[in-house]
């Protein structure tokens, strides 16, 4: 059997407040009406803290209802809610600004290159097309 204790430190942060709440009303009636039960059915304490812990185990694992209407807590929830969603695409957006600035930061570099790559290009042809240009003089004397 797991301990209410265990069950409360596992609960979502909405509801603990309301498991501690039950259990300690469950706990204060089954105390007040143990004796009474006890003594007709002939119960001793081991059964009567097995029931208790029996019934705060349902009680802990309930489902969650809905929060009523004009309750001002959900207010607090929706804008805490709000605030989470918001950070989320906040990290989301700056995430991929860091990839874009990193692949822009790419493309510059691969440019770059481009760009010496054509400079050595173009002195190369500069070269050849002097070579060229000296040959051609060289033959001109020839003939």
């Known amino acids: 059997m797991v301990p209410a ?8 942060a909405a509801w603990r407040g309301r ?12 105390s007040l009406f143990a004796p009474a039960a006890a003594a007709q059915a002939g119960h001793d304490e081991a059964s009567r803290s097995q029931a208790t812990q029996a019934l705060l185990t349902t009680l ?10 004009d309750d001002p807590f959900v207010a607090v929830v929706t804008a805490d809610r709000d605030v989470r969603e918001r950070a ?19 493309a510059r ?12 290009a173009a ?13 051609r003089r060289r033959f001109s004397r020839l003939t």
């Open 5 to 12: 204790q265990t069950l409360t430190a596992r609960a979502p």
């Open 19 to 30: 498991v501690t709440v039950v259990s300690a009303a469950v706990t204060l009636v089954a």
């Open 60 to 69: 802990a694992l309930a489902p969650e209802s809905p929060p009523a209407p």
């Open 88 to 106: 989320y695409e906040r990290i989301s957006a700056q995430s991929r600004a860091t990839v874009a600035v990193r692949v822009a930061a790419e």
């Open 109 to 120: 570099q691969r440019a770059d290159v481009a760009d010496l790559e054509a400079a050595a």
């Open 123 to 135: 002195q190369i042809e500069g070269r050849a097309a002097h070579k060229v240009l000296v040959e």
